[in-house]
Structures are given as structure tokens and as C-alpha cells.
């Protein structure tokens, strides 16, 4: 059954000191929801507070994005912490962006893990049960935003927090549907007429495409398109173009 609205959400706030990630300005006119990294694999107190204060003043819904300690690799390296441990790193950044969200005069809507961590939480359990304790023990009143059929949507559900599926519009699907890894070729879309048509088609289906085009049956409440890639700004305005040309509203995760 075709949705009638879906939340549009980017990973952005990745500035860092001197070294700028993305164009937020033109992605904050575009998405409903903001991703905001909280400086463990970009972003710093700067950036993040004048992040939030643009979302604000744009009417966009924000959450924390946190993620591994790792400003060199992007957060995109697995790093060895145990799931305690990832708790405590998690609990802390959550905590870092409702200060700055609260000093910018904006609230955290939900919760996305970022990079590698997030990926993890798709095949790891005991990650997934990490992030979750560390959203019950600092709000446990607030959604996650979960890799849709990840064991952290599975888990986020089961321990009673509310949960958002989320799907990607410019990353490739596995036949099991998990996301392509980036080392693989073909795991990041960079053509945005065609990501923007199969965002789409999976909403409207209610389901995942695969790389052979198979559509596995799942939730979605929201739909990514990525900050930091050279394509981002016109994969996200096709893709909004794209669900406004098919009756479906865009609405944030409020």
C-alpha cells in the first residue's frame, strides 16, 4: 500500500573545526529530519549548535548521530569496544547534542547511530542491545530511528521503545537486505533521477530493493539520503521532487 507520508532525513553537522563535510544550508531546505553528529567522528560544539539553530529556524526535526571515536576514518571503521563500553560512548554523545540542541533553542526528536556503528547494529545483537540500554538509561521516552530488519529495529521494539524504520535512498541492498559495504562497488548511488525513482518505488511498496531488483516486505518511516557525498544536494531535492510527484507528503518524525 502506498504511504501517504514519509520522513526525508540526512546525516549532517560532520563540519569540523577548518575542514567543512557537505553543504548543510542546502540540505536543511530539503529534509524534514537532521542526523547531527556530536563530534566523535565529526562535528564539534560550533557546528553543532549552529546545525541546530538553522533546523530550527528551518523547521527541520533533529536528532543525535552518534558513533565511533573516529574522526580520521569518518566513523567508518569498526572499532574493538565491547557493547558496554559502546553504551557509555553512545549515552555520552546523546548527552553532548541535547545540550547544544537546548542551548540552539531546538529538542532531540530521536535517536540514528552513524557509520560503522549503525552498521553493526544491522548483524550484531549485543551492539544492538548496547544502543538500546543506552537510550533507555538517558530518555528512555525517546525513538530510535533503526536500519529497517536490523536487529536493533527488532530489539527497540521488543524492550518497548518506540522505533522508526529507516531505509536508504542512495545506498545498495544484498538480497538478504542489508546494505551493500562500502568497499564493495556499487554500494553508495550516485545517480540521483535513478536513486530518487527506486526511493520511490520501495516506499511504495513498503519494501526493500535488492541489487536484482527483489522487494523484501518491511516498515518504513523515514528515508535517508546522505550529507557528504558530491551528489547529495540534487539526489535529496530529486528525491523529495520524486515523492511529491507520487502523492506522497513529507512530514517529520514529530
Not at 532531540?108 to 548496547?130: C, F, I, Q, S
Not at 522508526?164 to 546494505?179: Q, V
Not at 540534487?234 to 512530514?251: C, H, N
Given at each position: 500500500m502506498t504511504a501517504k507520508t514519509i520522513d526525508l532525513n540526512a546525516d549532517l553537522g560532520e563540519s569540523f573545526g577548518h575542514y567543512?563535510?557537505?553543504?548543510?544550508?542546502?540540505?536543511?531546505?530539503?529534509?524534514?529530519?537532521?542526523?547531527?553528529?556530536c563530534g566523535f567522528?565529526?562535528?564539534?560544539?560550533?557546528?553543532?549548535?549552529?546545525?541546530?539553530?538553522?533546523?530550527?529556524?528551518?523547521?527541520?526535526?533533529?536528532?543525535?548521530?552518534?558513533?565511533?571515536p573516529d574522526l580520521w576514518g569518518f566513523g567508518r571503521r569498526v572499532m574493538p569496544f565491547t557493547p558496554a563500553q559502546i553504551e557509555r560512548i553512545v549515552a555520552y554523545q546523546m548527552g553532548a547534542a541535547q545540550a547544544l540542541a537546548t542551548y540552539s533553542g531546538h529538542r532531540m526528536t530521536y535517536m540514528k547511530t552513524h557509520g560503522a556503528l549503525g552498521n553493526l547494529t544491522?548483524?550484531?545483537?549485543?551492539?544492538?542491545?548496547?544502543?538500546?540500554?543506552?537510550?533507555?538509561?538517558?530518555?528512555?521516552?525517546?525513538?530510535?530511528?533503526?536500519?529497517?530488519?536490523?536487529h536493533l529495529d527488532r530489539i527497540g521494539r521488543e524492550r518497548g521503545l518506540t522505533v522508526f524504520s529507516e531505509i536508504f535512498a542512495d545506498r545498495a541492498y544484498t538480497e538478504d537486505g542489508h546494505l551493500v559495504s562500502r568497499?564493495?562497488?556499487?554500494?553508495?548511488?550516485?545517480?540521483?533521477?535513478?536513486?530518487?525513482?527506486?526511493?520511490?518505488?520501495?516506499?511504495?511498496?513498503?519494501?526493500?530493493?535488492?541489487?536484482?531488483?527483489?522487494?523484501?516486505?518491511?516498515?518504513?518511516?523515514?528515508?535517508?539520503?546522505?550529507?557528504?557525498?558530491?551528489?547529495?544536494?540534487?539526489?535529496?531535492?530529486?528525491?523529495?521532487?520524486?515523492?511529491?510527484?507520487?502523492?506522497?507528503?513529507?512530514?517529520?518524525?514529530?
Amino acid at each position: 500500500m502506498t504511504a501517504k507520508t514519509i520522513d526525508l532525513n540526512a546525516d549532517l553537522g560532520e563540519s569540523f573545526g577548518h575542514y567543512t563535510m557537505g553543504n548543510d544550508s542546502a540540505m536543511l531546505d530539503i529534509v524534514t529530519s537532521a542526523n547531527v553528529a556530536c563530534g566523535f567522528h565529526g562535528g564539534d560544539p560550533e557546528v553543532m549548535a549552529e546545525t541546530f539553530r538553522i533546523a530550527r529556524e528551518k523547521g527541520v526535526s533533529v536528532g543525535s548521530h552518534p558513533g565511533f571515536p573516529d574522526l580520521w576514518g569518518f566513523g567508518r571503521r569498526v572499532m574493538p569496544f565491547t557493547p558496554a563500553q559502546i553504551e557509555r560512548i553512545v549515552a555520552y554523545q546523546m548527552g553532548a547534542a541535547q545540550a547544544l540542541a537546548t542551548y540552539s533553542g531546538h529538542r532531540m526528536t530521536y535517536m540514528k547511530t552513524h557509520g560503522a556503528l549503525g552498521n553493526l547494529t544491522e548483524r550484531d545483537p549485543a551492539v544492538a542491545e548496547a544502543i538500546v540500554n543506552a537510550v533507555k538509561a538517558v530518555d528512555p521516552n525517546l525513538p530510535i530511528m533503526a536500519i529497517a530488519l536490523s536487529h536493533l529495529d527488532r530489539i527497540g521494539r521488543e524492550r518497548g521503545l518506540t522505533v522508526f524504520s529507516e531505509i536508504f535512498a542512495d545506498r545498495a541492498y544484498t538480497e538478504d537486505g542489508h546494505l551493500v559495504s562500502r568497499k564493495e562497488p556499487g554500494a553508495v548511488l550516485h545517480d540521483a533521477d535513478f536513486a530518487a525513482a527506486r526511493a520511490v518505488r520501495m516506499v511504495q511498496a513498503g519494501a526493500i530493493e535488492t541489487i536484482s531488483g527483489k522487494m523484501l516486505p518491511t516498515r518504513i518511516d523515514t528515508i535517508c539520503v546522505h550529507g557528504d557525498n558530491a551528489e547529495s544536494v540534487d539526489v535529496a531535492r530529486k528525491v523529495r521532487a520524486g515523492f511529491e510527484a507520487a502523492g506522497i507528503t513529507l512530514r517529520a518524525l514529530t
